[in-house]
């Protein structure tokens, strides 16, 4: 059974960091895109960053260009996203998911807060 | 990377068949064969209904049917269920190598 797992969302402050991650357990996660998706309160999804299986290809919505950055672990089945210089705007689930367009199993989501 | 154009609100009776449209540009929608769709119950996490357009995964039953026209996509449900009151978003992949997800589309069923 896939299992993909977030943690690390939080409460921080505008202009604070925050490192999500997102353990992987019954796939072959070396073999995989993954996704970083988020949905903030009573809105729609947005599709955030992904990355190829190997870890070096990376891709961004124009909005988080230059402060988040997706990276991966294959050794420890992990994805991350590193959240800098973050935003009212930026409060959200962040979903982990599996692919790199289609999305065939999430995660239960992490809440990330951002306010003063 | 605009976000997909979806109806916010589509309804129907029990029996009946419903079409959500979902439209996007030959940068995304009209351009590959890789439009996705989700069903979300409040406070759920995203299931995916279609992929490639019109593949269903197992388990989702076969009321749920995807299609393209250009660059529009569409799903639709047929003999609407009381279970079927959701959410539904399209996603597709981009000419960029993102993906996008349209606004979404609450279903309701009267």
């Known amino acids: 059974e896939v299992q993909l797992v977030e943690s690390g969302g939080g409460l921080v402050q505008p202009g604070g960091s925050l490192r999500l991650s997102c353990a992987a357990s019954?796939?072959?996660?070396?073999?995989?895109?993954m996704t970083w998706v988020r949905q903030a309160p009573g809105k729609g999804l947005q599709w955030v960053a992904n990355?190829?299986?190997?870890?070096?290809?990376?891709h961004y919505v124009d909005s988080v260009k230059g402060r988040f950055t997706i990276s991966r672990d294959n050794a420890k089945n992990s994805l991350y996203l590193q959240m800098n210089s973050l935003r009212a705007e930026d409060t959200a689930v962040y979903y982990c998911?599996?692919?790199?367009?289609?999305?065939?199993?999430w995660g239960q989501g992490t809440l990330v807060t951002v306010s003063s | 990377q605009s976000a997909l154009t979806q109806p916010a609100s589509v309804s129907g009776s029990p029996g009946q068949s419903i079409t959500i449209s979902c439209i996007g540009t030959?940068?995304?929608?009209?351009?590959?064969?890789?439009v996705s769709w989700y069903q979300q119950y409040p406070g759920k996490v995203p299931k995916l209904m279609i992929s490639?357009?019109?593949d269903r995964p197992s388990g989702v039953p076969d009321r749920f049917s995807g299609s393209k026209s250009g660059n529009t996509a569409s799903l639709t449900i047929s003999g609407l269920q009381a279970e079927d009151e959701a959410d539904y978003y399209c996603?597709?992949?981009?000419?960029?190598?993102?993906?996008?997800f349209g606004g979404g589309t609450k279903v309701t069923v009267l």
């Open positions: 998911a599996r692919g790199g367009y289609t999305y065939a199993y």
């Open positions: 019954g796939l072959t996660f070396s073999s995989y895109w």
């Open positions: 990355i190829k299986s190997d870890g070096i290809e990376k």
């Open positions: 030959s940068s995304d929608v009209g351009g590959y064969n890789s």
């Open positions: 490639g357009v019109t």
């Open positions: 996603g597709s992949y981009t000419s960029t190598s993102t993906g996008v």
